[in-house]
């Protein structure tokens, strides 16, 4: 019974038949946006490993913001990048952090937007490191205090949503309590749930300033080479609360995607890293790659592993070229 009576080629013989057979469907509502926020006024700072993408003040951000909205992106995730760093990362959960300060900012435009806040320690503390450092050890339960400061913190200054990129143990559960405790039990948590200790994240160091002054992050981030261990972590968090989970990076991890959203019936997000990107901005740059072609096909492929949300720098571009798709 096959060939020549079943001819695979029949449904791909035109761009309607192909429309009309395609199983996965990217569209604008799968994509968050990352933003890099800094102090000062007027500052857009390209990132040299990641062409187009910048460390904006806030009156950048928001002309940012108001651009991506205007595409059809409807989330966006801030990084911090403080004036001043110290060994705690104190200025995290200040009320007049740089994060607090560009949320309150963000809130008043009243964009179509859902804000999303990134809650880690590296990007504010002097040594790089996600969490409180004694010797050469990073303390877990010590960490989760501070982050559980930050996070609420930013939802005071009007985060819609928190996202846990630490990896201490436990810390989602302790954001969802303390939200709880403070009227905050309508915003949902999306872990960062199965984080890999990845070399793919070499230009958000550069951007965030956040490279570790010592030592890696092998004794919290996951091993490249594990995906049980991944589905341990992502049972955990939702245990813990998490309303959304999360894969890191993606690219390399889609067998992780596919696990995790097989084993699991909740909402998949998956981190197109700045690794994964500067590599096509990079190829395309070198005349190897079609950019928007090889963009596509990545956000696709992340989207049919399994990703229900795609957190990736291309989010703006891809929106305008998937229109209202
Ligand atoms: C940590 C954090 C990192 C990224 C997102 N959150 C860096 C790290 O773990 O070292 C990386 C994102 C990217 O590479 O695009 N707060």
């Keep these: 019974m096959g060939y020549p009576r079943i001819r695979m080629r029949r449904l791909?013989?035109?761009?309607?038949?192909?429309?009309?057979?395609?199983?996965?469907?990217?569209?604008?509502d799968d994509l968050i946006y990352p933003l890099f926020v800094c102090e000062g006024r007027n500052v857009r700072q390209e990132?040299?490993?990641?062409?187009?993408?910048?460390?904006?003040?806030?009156?950048?951000?928001?002309?940012?913001?108001?651009?991506?909205?205007?595409?059809?992106v409807k989330a966006i995730i801030l990084f911090g990048i403080p004036a001043e760093k110290d060994e705690s990362g104190s200025s995290g959960f200040r009320?007049?952090?740089?994060?607090?300060?560009?949320?309150?900012?963000?809130?008043?435009?009243?964009?179509?937007?859902?804000?999303?806040?990134?809650?880690?320690?590296c990007e504010y503390t002097s040594h790089g490191h996600c969490g409180l450092v004694r010797g050469h050890q990073i303390l877990n339960d010590e960490t989760v205090e501070l982050l559980v400061r930050?996070?609420?913190?930013?939802?005071q200054a009007g985060a819609d949503m928190v996202a846990p990129s630490d990896m201490m143990d436990g810390r989602v559960g302790a954001i969802r309590t303390a939200l709880d405790k403070n009227g905050y039990e309508n915003t949902p948590v999306m872990s960062y749930a199965a984080k890999y200790a990845s070399g793919f994240y070499g230009?958000?160091?550069?951007?965030?300033?956040?490279?570790?002054?010592?030592?890696?992050?092998r004794s919290h981030q996951m091993d490249p080479a594990n995906v049980e261990e991944a589905l341990r972590e992502v049972a955990l968090d939702i245990e813990e609360g998490a309303d959304i989970v999360m894969v890191k990076p993606a690219l390399a991890y889609l067998d992780v995607i596919r696990r995790v959203?097989?084993?699991?019936?909740?909402?998949?997000?998956?981190?197109?890293?700045?690794?994964?990107?500067?590599m096509v901005e990079l190829a395309?740059?070198?005349?190897?790659?079609?950019?928007?072609?090889?963009?596509?096909?990545?956000?696709?492929?992340?989207?049919?592993?399994?990703?229900?949300?795609?957190?990736?720098?291309?989010?703006v571009a891809a929106a305008r070229l998937l229109g209202g798709r």
Excluded at 58 to 63: F, M, N, P, S
């Design 261 to 278: 959203k097989e084993k699991f019936q909740m909402p998949v997000a998956a981190y197109n890293v700045s690794g994964e990107y500067a």
């Design 95 to 121: 009320g007049d952090g740089i994060v607090q300060k560009a949320l309150r900012e963000l809130k008043t435009r009243g964009l179509p937007l859902m804000l999303i806040t990134d809650v880690c320690l």
């Design 203 to 217: 230009p958000f160091r550069e951007a965030a300033g956040s490279t570790p002054a010592f030592g890696d992050r």
């Design 284 to 315: 395309a740059k070198a005349g190897a790659l079609e950019h928007d072609r090889v963009m596509l096909e990545i956000l696709t492929s992340i989207k049919r592993a399994g990703a229900d949300l795609i957190l990736t720098y291309h989010a």
């Design 150 to 155: 930050q996070a609420v913190s930013h939802v």
């Design 47 to 72: 990132i040299s490993t990641m062409p187009g993408v910048c460390r904006l003040s806030i009156d950048q951000l928001v002309r940012e913001a108001e651009e991506c909205a205007a595409a059809g």
């Design 12 to 28: 791909r013989s035109s761009p309607i038949i192909r429309d009309l057979v395609r199983e996965t469907h990217l569209t604008r």
